[in-house]
């Protein structure tokens, strides 16, 4: 006889005692069928929490006879109660779990059907059916009896018990006689797909053959003996809905059949294919929303080949579409890295299988229906806090949705979108678009999309307080006195909503001040923060000193309108979301910036509609002139003034103040250093073509996001843009890779700051550093010795003073850092795929919250 068991399942052993129960799981053991640790024995705990396993009744009077049954009975309450709490842990932990005790009662056995419809895991039945001679007989070889009355008494409980078991919801009850020969077949997950190669996980086809043949052809498939491969091994993944509404679901379907049957490829249940696959099965099933389409092109077929070889096909779709798991768990070195399911999944589904999980996997979080009769769906994904990258579809989106470690890649072929393909462990994106929107107008939720596209998001969902998930960071917490704050500038100051996208971080200065007596900031600090968290490549950029500010520029004015509602070549903004130039010098510098990127053939050679630009725009008195006016040339000319006047005085008294005098002639080359500073970063702006722009990041094209490229990258097409160009600037820059780079960019730095230079900014090399899987700052500042005197105050570097500064604490800073990045990030990604105004603009939202949390400004 052979015993079949699942990857895992609670196992309940039912018998009578001396049915052989305890020896049958030893034996197991012995030969390795299973493992000690999967056997939860009523005697083992009656041992464990009572040092008894057995009482023995025989011989005792009735009183004694009753007091020893209400003992037993407490003991056994006790024993039971562990063993549940045990089985649950471990189904819930998905693993294999055999229960050895007699299970005579329904009751009893009840318990576990309850628990494992709780935890989505198959229940077995191991049903012990020993003559009752045999009990007896085995019962007086033991060395503590259990007697023949009991042994008795439970055969005729087993024997009433039998007809019940068989209507019990045992996925499969098994009976097992005495001498017969068992072999245990342990069955892995059918979820498990080992990575190998790669796979490559398309979305919904909906019937789309000839563009679902083009996506596999430009992933690089080749078509052998009519099976197609791929050179490096790699294999194909649908998340299910292959078929409806699309001209050619029997080709598709075909295609499928072929490929899974030889092994190259995978399939998920579908909400579509679970109607599909019970039609074909023979059920009564209404065929609708594109379903009926199937079946007129089954009844073509059946014209062209007759009945047998459609009821022969039918057969094997059918057994196709009906074994297509819920999800599919994608290993590498045996760890389940993603699932790929068709719209959905619960952490705790993972892994495991029940009805409810099917429904759920194949329609997704559905709370209820709309006036329209259309399912209304709950956000399943914002609930999902495991590691695992969960890969789905079923619901249309304009571009590839990540949220939340999800990525959605429905992108509507069928209604005239696209077909995507996700590149697994890549992480990248192949498309074809439709070649026309077969599913016409009517109820087409791209077009409905597109729609609502720019729609304001609903202000109450920010008043009280609001949470942003972020992909690459932690989710950030907005609460509601600073919400509003960030409501009101964005009411009152910044550019319309629809035109910002993005708002460039803080950055954060050294963790720890300088260990040098003369030097708040030094660059051995930010050395030593990359390397305590294993990073040693590293480049230090020159940092401009002039005013922050986003680009967003496009190929053309009718571009612009698709993304941003309005038709013009580019937008400018400041750090904090406001217009950064008049209406009429915004129109000349973007216009000059757009003819030197067509100059330059940029939206071509990036096959781009847009660049997203982080830069510094020079001079700083054309944003910072009043604040210069305020509070540098003013307190310079007092300053100078002033300390020039008290040095001639203590020059000219009788006293003797060599003291004094040393001390003012410090402290006026201390106010002659501070005019020097700022002005240094001060030029004429009478006209515009003095204007000079430093980008330091291509965040973002129309095709992707521009993380994924080194900061070496960066200055290189920051270089590229500077040549020849009557506006674009070079950054100066080096890369660190040992201890001589980084004594090399120290002279830099010093040589740099000592003419009045601000600093440099030093960064890891990839553009999202982590550390142990967490983000760390991607970007340090680290200032010039002079340059702090317009931060800290002329004086700064007394040593009095400089011993207190030390003691500066830039935690908050460093947090809200960390925290406006991720948003950043997670705000630009929005706005790639081409999400919501109101998914994007949480993003700015947050950032500009966390602005105006108050932290010390010098930092």
Known sequence: MQLHLPHAAIVLCIGPSNSGKSTFLQNLVANNSIALSEIVSSDDYRM????????????????????????????????????????????????????????????????????????????????????????LARDKERQRPRGAARIKQQVRKLKDEKRLLKKE?????????????????????????????????????????????????????????GLYKHPEGRKLISVGDIMSRGPKSLATMQFWLKQIESGLSYMTDSNHGWKIARWLDGKSVQLAHGDEMVEQEMQHFEQQHGANDTAQLKERLAKMLLHAPSHYIILENGIGKAIVTHAGIKDHYIGKNSPRIRDFCRYGDVIGTSDTGRPIRADWYTNHQTSELIIWGHEPKLKPLKINNTINIDQ?????????????????????????????????????AAEKHFQAP???????????????????????????????????????????????PTMSPTPQTSQHEDYLEHPLEAFAYYKKHGLTQLIA?????????????????????????????????????????????????????????VAKNYFEKMGTDFVLLDAEILPWNLK????????YAHVAEHALMDRQKLATKLQTTLVDVADWQKQYKELLRNAVRFDAVYQNYCWSVDDLSSIQVAPFHILAHSNGTCFHQPHTWHMEMNHWL?????????????????????????????????????????????FIPKSKGKLIQPAIKVRGREYLRIIYGMDYTDPHQLTQLKKRNPSKKMKHALQEFALGLEGIERFVQKES???????VLATLALESDAVDPRL
């Open 458 to 504: 609903n202000i109450y969902a920010f008043l009280n307080g609001f949470e942003v998930a972020t992909t690459h960071g932690e989710n950030v917490w907005i609460g509601d006195g600073y919400a509003k704050a960030a409501i009101d500038t964005i009411s009152h100051y910044t550019v319309p909503m629809e035109q910002l996208v993005y708002i460039p």
């Open 541 to 597: 950029e020159k940092k401009h000193m002039g005013s922050r500010a986003v680009f967003l520029l496009f190929k053309d004015e009718q571009i612009a309108k698709e993304w941003v509602d309005s038709e013009t070549l580019g937008i400018i903004t400041t750090r904090t979301g406001r217009a950064f130039f008049a209406p009429e010098a915004h129109a000349i510098i973007v216009q000059k910036l757009h003819a030197e990127l």
């Open 48 to 135: 464990t929490v009572a040092d008894i396993d057995f009482i023995n009744f025989q011989g005792a009077s009735k009183q004694e006879a009753d007091l020893l049954y209400e003992q037993y009975a407490a003991i056994s309450a006790e024993t039971f109660h562990i063993m549940e709490q045990i089985i649950i842990a471990r189904a819930k932990l998905n693993r294999l779990t055999f229960v050895d005790a007699t299970h005579l009662n329904a009751k009893e056995r009840e318990i576990y059907f309850t628990i494992a419809k709780r935890q989505h895991i198959a229940i077995y039945g191991l049903l012990f059916d020993v003559p009752l001679e045999q009990l």
């Open 169 to 225: 919801p045992f996925t499969k009850l098994y009976t097992i006689r005495p001498e017969e020969q068992v072999e245990v077949i342990r069955h892995p997950s059918d979820l498990h797909i080992e990575l190998g190669a790669g796979v490559d996980i398309i979305g919904d086809i909906h019937g789309c053959y000839d563009e679902m043949m083009a996506l596999i052809k430009k992933l690089g498939y080749i078509e052998e003996n």
């Open 412 to 448: 509507g072929v069928v209604f005239g979108g696209q077909l995507t393909a996700l590149r697994y462990p890549e992480g990248t994106f192949e498309a074809v678009d439709a070649y026309e929107n077969y599913a016409g107008e009517q109820q087409n939720p791209l077009l409905e």
């Open 624 to 631: 910072a002139q009043s604040l210069i006016d305020k509070q």
């Open 837 to 843: 105004m109101a998914r994007i603009h949480e993003c």
């Open 722 to 766: 500077a040549q020849n160009s009557t506006i674009f600037i070079p950054t100066e820059y080096k890369v660190i890779e040992n201890e001589q780079d980084e004594q090399k960019v120290i002279e830099w730095w010093e040589e740099m700051t000592a003419v009045g230079h601000e600093g440099i900014v030093i960064k890891p090399l990839a």
